[in-house]
């Protein structure tokens, strides 16, 4: 599959979003056999080549910034490319295919696999590898995006930041989520599931697990089971940080040093208080809920602290 990066510079005055003097926002198109992906280069004034950082979002239809039309409003990777761009580290975060303005780059659910992910990501990587505004490239992957980017990195990118990523496959985090089901229907979806591990679909779908198992999606649920997020950070060369806060409510701490172990050489960092979508939360529950639809509270002070200063150093 052939990509091209269009680079459109934008003057400060036309940039897309709110900025201040200190960076420039302009669009970014990467142009697929399927249609244009939509993104937004962040740049910071500097008098030479800079970092830059490659975002990538989190499962579902989830945007260039952190939010979607299901409720998430957050704005976490806009915040986080203004805060990179405030200390000179450019940024590039974008739609993923199908997702917002990258609508038109869809394809058909029966059709799309997880590696169609891995390879725009890729494509993303190695055209900001080639241009000269930049120093080296950074991939921070979000979520599902943290198991995108570490498959997609090696090779291609200098550094990977996990944030709040997976540390057991797909499948199995699929299983610990279902068990509150009734005993036979979990021992169904079970079933069905290890099928689709094993690269096997299922004709015969329990009318109650029809959503999630239906025959139009399994073809993409057996391309994402086969990776395991600890056997690709294994294959990472490159210098690795992980992030996990304390108050995620879907990954766990634990997750993260699984990532830790099964890649020694990794830098591991532990944010109290940080959430899913790396805000601080010092109350409980109803105060971690109520972020995901708060767009002005700021992402975690230390989460942008540590990054600065590992893509720095």
């Given at each position: 599959?052939?990509?091209?990066?269009?680079?459109?510079?934008?003057?400060?005055?036309?940039?897309?979003?709110?900025?201040?003097?200190?960076?420039?926002?302009?669009?970014?198109?990467?142009?697929?056999?399927?249609?244009?992906?939509?993104?937004?280069?962040?740049?910071?004034?500097?008098?030479?080549?800079?970092?830059?950082?490659?975002?990538?979002?989190?499962?579902?239809?989830?945007?260039?910034?952190?939010?979607?039309?299901?409720?998430?409003?957050?704005?976490?990777?806009?915040?986080?490319?203004?805060?990179?761009?405030?200390?000179?580290?450019?940024?590039?975060?974008?739609?993923?295919?199908?997702?917002?303005?990258s609508v038109g780059a869809a394809k058909s659910e029966a059709s799309l696999r997880f590696d169609d992910y891995i390879a725009d990501a890729r494509a993303?990587?190695?055209?900001?590898?080639?241009?000269?505004?930049?120093?080296?490239?950074?991939?921070?992957?979000?979520?599902?995006?943290?198991?995108?980017?570490?498959?997609?990195?090696?090779?291609?990118?200098?550094?990977?930041?996990?944030?709040?990523?997976?540390?057991?496959?797909?499948?199995?985090?699929?299983?610990?989520?279902?068990?509150?089901?009734?005993?036979?229907?979990?021992?169904?979806?079970?079933?069905?599931?290890?099928?689709?591990?094993?690269?096997?679909?299922?004709?015969?779908?329990?009318?109650?697990?029809?959503?999630?198992?239906?025959?139009?999606?399994?073809?993409?649920?057996?391309?994402?089971?086969?990776y395991d997020p600890q056997t690709e950070i294994k294959k990472l060369k490159i210098p690795v940080l992980i992030i996990q806060g304390t108050k995620d409510?879907?990954?766990?701490?634990?997750?993260?040093?699984?990532?830790?172990?099964?890649?020694?050489?990794?830098?591991?960092?532990?944010?109290?208080?940080?959430?899913?979508?790396?805000?601080?939360?010092?109350?409980?529950?109803?105060?971690?809920?109520?972020?995901?639809?708060?767009?002005?509270?700021?992402?975690?002070?230390?989460?942008?602290?540590?990054?600065?200063?590992?893509?720095?150093?």
């Amino acid at each position: 599959m052939k990509y091209l990066l269009l680079l459109l510079f934008m003057s400060l005055g036309a940039a897309v979003g709110a900025q201040d003097s200190s960076y420039t926002e302009s669009p970014i198109v990467l142009e697929t056999a399927t249609g244009k992906i939509y993104g937004t280069l962040t740049l910071p004034h500097s008098g030479g080549a800079v970092p830059v950082v490659l975002f990538i979002a989190g499962s579902g239809p989830t945007d260039r910034n952190g939010n979607n039309n299901m409720g998430l409003k957050t704005n976490c990777t806009l915040q986080l490319a203004h805060a990179l761009a405030a200390a000179k580290i450019a940024s590039v975060r974008y739609d993923k295919r199908g997702v917002a303005e990258s609508v038109g780059a869809a394809k058909s659910e029966a059709s799309l696999r997880f590696d169609d992910y891995i390879a725009d990501a890729r494509a993303w990587m190695d055209l900001l590898r080639k241009d000269s505004h930049f120093s080296k490239l950074v991939v921070a992957g979000h979520s599902e995006g943290s198991l995108i980017g570490m498959i997609a990195t090696p090779g291609h990118a200098d550094k990977f930041i996990s944030l709040a990523g997976a540390g057991t496959s797909a499948d199995t985090i699929l299983k610990t989520q279902l068990q509150k089901l009734p005993q036979n229907l979990y021992e169904t979806a079970v079933k069905t599931i290890d099928s689709l591990k094993r690269g096997d679909e299922v004709k015969d779908v329990n009318p109650n697990l029809q959503q999630l198992f239906r025959p139009s999606i399994q073809p993409y649920l057996i391309s994402w089971f086969k990776y395991d997020p600890q056997t690709e950070i294994k294959k990472l060369k490159i210098p690795v940080l992980i992030i996990q806060g304390t108050k995620d409510l879907q990954i766990t701490v634990a997750d993260a040093q699984k990532l830790k172990t099964a890649q020694p050489k990794s830098t591991l960092v532990i944010i109290g208080n940080m959430n899913h979508v790396l805000k601080n939360i010092p109350g409980e529950q109803a105060e971690n809920m109520q972020s995901y639809s708060n767009p002005e509270l700021p992402v975690n002070d230390t989460l942008v602290h540590t990054i600065i200063d590992y893509i720095k150093k």
